[in-house]
């Protein structure tokens, strides 16, 4: 395959967690060299939700290792800012601690930034906890993409996030409960907008089965839909104990990111060839259009 993929959702890889307080500069540039070898071009290291102060250190981290490592520089576009200003109901925080999710607010959110020394690309919020869209405006004004994600955002809220520069549906079909109402439910408003919001999916075929991912991609369109792995530590490894920031993941001979108590996934083990695959396989789309979910689409997002 001659194009190379790229992933805007990457929590870690190869045994390295970006979200571990003691990450090292070793471990990143390992991590670096393994999606290099699995022919990644690019990524956005996902941190997700914490204490501000302890994303900021993860963040820190990584922007110090970064600077001294041409192969970080090269695959590590940015970050992807997942939380913490989320829905905090059962189901749509999915594994983010609820104790640390609150309403979105500028302060914060500049904090981030300025942590961040301009890598902050992505960050995804929940438009019903932003206020008058405040943070969505900023950011977008700033030229960054603004996601929703682990959202029950209504249509109007929806609506007036893209109003306010809203861009990107952050991988639709999960961050929502196992049970929603038939007919008005996230995932039915997402893909009504599917002309205004590019729909992130997870195409591991577990967190989005078949039929419904093949679904997702037919009702909003090749070119508005982009493939993430939601990739942890456990990507490119085999079965074992992995972590994703403070919680213990266990990935079974099926290769399903759990909690210890099987509640609830916590991300995923595949890689981007995988999803390639699946998308062909399981899916049934063309080489074409499963390249473009893979490479074309993200790169075009990114702008790399």
Same mark, same amino acid.
């Given at each position: ?10 929590? +870690? ?27 990644? %071009? ?64 500028? %302060? ?41 994600g682990h959202t029950d955002a209504s249509l109007d809220q929806l609506k007036g ?16 409960p196992m049970e929603l109402h038939r007919h008005d439910n996230i995932i ?114 990114? +702008?790399?």
């Open positions: 395959m001659n194009k190379k993929f790229v992933d805007l959702q990457v929590n +870690g890889y190869g045994g390295t967690d970006f979200n571990r307080p003691n990450l090292t500069a070793t471990q990143l540039h390992t991590a670096c060299e393994l999606l290099d070898r699995d022919n990644v %071009d690019a990524v956005l290291a996902t941190i997700i939700t914490d204490s501000i102060d302890r994303m900021c250190e993860r963040i820190r981290l990584i922007v110090r290792y970064r600077q001294f490592d041409p192969l970080a520089q090269r695959i590590i576009k940015g970050f992807h800012i997942e939380g913490p200003f989320i829905n905090e109901n059962r189901g749509f925080r999915g594994a983010h601690p609820v104790e640390q999710i609150h309403p979105a607010n500028t %302060d914060e959110m500049n904090r981030i930034l300025d942590t961040g020394e301009g890598l902050v690309r992505l960050v995804t919020l929940s438009p019903e906890r932003d206020e008058g869209f405040k943070v969505t405006s900023m950011l977008a004004g700033k030229g960054l993409l603004v996601a929703a996030a893209c109003d306010a520069g809203l861009r990107v549906f952050t991988h639709l079909g999960n961050g929502c039915q408003r997402g893909l009504s907008l599917a002309g205004r919001l590019k729909c992130g999916l997870i195409a591991d075929c577990v967190h989005v089965p078949m039929p419904a991912i093949a679904n997702y991609i037919q009702l909003a369109g090749i070119d508005n839909c982009f493939v993430v792995t939601d990739g942890t530590s456990a990507s490119g490894m085999g079965p074992g104990n992995y972590s994703l920031g403070e919680w213990d993941v266990v990935v079974g001979e099926d290769l399903v990111c759990m909690a210890p108590d099987k509640s609830h996934l916590l991300g995923s083990a595949v890689t981007m060839q995988r999803c390639l695959e699946n998308l062909q396989n399981l899916v049934g789309l063309s080489r074409e259009d499963a390249t473009k979910l893979v490479c074309d689409n993200p790169a075009a997002i990114l +702008g790399v």
